[in-house]
DNA sequence: GCGCGACAAATCCCATAGGATATGGTCGCG
DNA sequence: CGCGACCATATCCTATGGGATTTGTCGCGC
């Protein structure tokens, strides 16, 4: 439908097989494309505005990622995705996530401080003003710098693949979300400023698990597990 | 080197991209592409003797993985992996695959449980044989059943995301690997049997904390984490 | 000698065309 | 009504090419 090739001026952004996986994720979370739905590169290369290539290219990231299957010569289907499967998911990303903040609360220098109340500030602005686009965008990057902090470079990924269940617009426009997000900051860099980890650590997993929360009452709504 | 695009009776054979991508994962984990080398698309086609398109797809699945990292307009390098790296992750993967044992020993049948006592003789009679090759194989059918028990199917996929740091020929020929893994496999199936979820993890965890040990004294001996 | 800007070469990224191969459906036959 | 062969369709990979961008080199001025 939309252009994806539009721009001209990309500057560092990412190339179109990462763009293509990024709207292929939404659409299969936003229930448009279920689970055992069969997707033809050639069909959606058609209705993205773009050749195959870079279609077939986003397909393959995504079966690393396990939210779709290949079938060889016969192309790709959605993965099953079954309510059980988000709560374990979340469960492991809640641990990760509580661990890295956790050592985070040990690490962090006054600098790296510093920084982290720079980030929060950030989002509680955007979320005072409205911002939904730039709130997501805040909201990664606090996160980011956070688990960066930890130290633990493929732990902080790990966790970061949680984000490509949680589309921005999924949670940025929630009232509920922005309350909850803008006090659990505030726990949070208490504890990391008193140097206190299992404060750090629960009040981690608890936001986490909020987002859980907001995704499987989404996915609930869009009726992504609805009889067929 | 090797031709990859050879047999011409496929089957249900994986397609070309995910070859290209356990090939590149093997070298990488070799040592033979060590973190931060450059990865051009076009020279790994010849010298894998397939056409640019494979190549390309199967980094796209890397950089999903994180084993590489996509730099637009500048190709490709090879993702950093640090020692304490390799030991989260693998702390990750034994806690999950413990929970998978443990879910297992309380849901499994007879039938289940016989399925499994059939795989595990198989790998018994592979190392008794010593059929290295095979053994990689009848290992992983082992586990994947064992997984796939737990009914948590995202979980298991995760957990078989560590297969990929362990490429087969890194320990079917260990000594050491083959008899505690004999030992761990009997200690789980009494386990299962019994319905002790907290013996089946403990042993999990321990078989799993065996292959982390192997994969960093591997990395080690081929000069991994060398300077420059 | 050193930094800096312009040109040239190399490379990536994506589009497109085409052929080999396997799949799934359809039709005819037993 | 079941079953096997044929045919249309789609996938998968190759090959090629061009536009855009980065990198490397050279020469100039300071």
Same mark, same amino acid.
């Given at each position: 439908?939309?252009?994806?090739?539009?721009?001209?001026?990309?500057?560092?952004?990412?190339?179109?097989?990462?763009?293509?996986?990024?709207?292929? *994720?939404?659409?299969?979370?936003?229930?448009?494309? *279920?689970?055992?739905? /069969?997707?033809?590169?050639?069909?959606?290369?058609?209705?993205?505005?773009?050749?195959?290539?870079?279609?077939?290219?986003?397909?393959?990231?995504? =079966?690393?990622?396990?939210?779709?299957?290949?079938?060889?010569?016969?192309?790709?289907?959605?993965?099953?995705?079954?309510?059980?499967?988000?709560?374990?998911? /979340?469960?492991?990303?809640?641990?990760i996530?509580?661990?890295?903040?956790?050592?985070?609360?040990?690490?962090?220098?006054?600098?790296?401080?510093?920084?982290?109340r720079?980030?929060? &500030?950030?989002?509680?602005?955007?979320?005072?003003?409205?911002?939904?686009?730039?709130?997501?965008?805040?909201? =990664?990057? /606090?996160?980011?710098a956070?688990?960066?902090?930890?130290?633990?470079?493929?732990?902080?990924?790990?966790?970061?693949?949680?984000?490509?269940?949680?589309?921005?617009? /999924?949670?940025?426009?929630?009232?509920?979300?922005?309350? &909850?997000?803008? &006090?659990?900051?505030?726990?949070?860099?208490?504890?990391?400023a008193?140097?206190?980890?299992?404060t750090? =650590?629960?009040?981690?997993?608890?936001?986490?698990?909020?987002? *859980?929360?907001?995704?499987?009452?989404?996915?609930? &709504?869009?009726?992504?597990w609805?009889?067929?």
């Amino acid at each position: 439908m939309v252009a994806l090739v539009d721009t001209g001026l990309l500057g560092d952004a990412p190339a179109l097989p990462e763009r293509v996986e990024l709207q292929l *994720r939404e659409r299969i979370l936003a229930g448009d494309l *279920r689970p055992g739905t /069969f997707l033809r590169p050639d069909r959606l290369a058609v209705e993205l505005g773009v050749s195959p290539t870079p279609v077939r290219e986003a397909l393959q990231a995504l =079966r690393a990622d396990d939210m779709v299957r290949a079938l060889p010569r016969r192309g790709f289907v959605v993965a099953p995705l079954e309510r059980g499967d988000v709560i374990d998911l /979340f469960a492991v990303q809640a641990r990760i996530t509580g661990e890295l903040a956790a050592r985070a609360a040990r690490a962090l220098d006054a600098e790296g401080l510093a920084g982290l109340r720079v980030r929060a &500030a950030e989002v509680d602005a955007l979320i005072e003003a409205g911002e939904p686009g730039d709130l997501a965008q805040a909201e =990664r990057r /606090f996160h980011t710098a956070l688990n960066r902090a930890s130290g633990a470079r493929k732990l902080a990924w790990l966790v970061g693949r949680a984000a490509h269940y949680l589309p921005p617009r /999924f949670y940025t426009d929630r009232r509920a979300w922005r309350t &909850a997000t803008v &006090a659990a900051h505030r726990t949070l860099l208490d504890a990391l400023a008193a140097g206190d980890p299992d404060t750090a =650590r629960a009040a981690m997993e608890g936001h986490v698990l909020d987002g *859980r929360d907001l995704l499987v009452a989404h996915l609930e &709504a869009v009726g992504f597990w609805d009889e067929t």
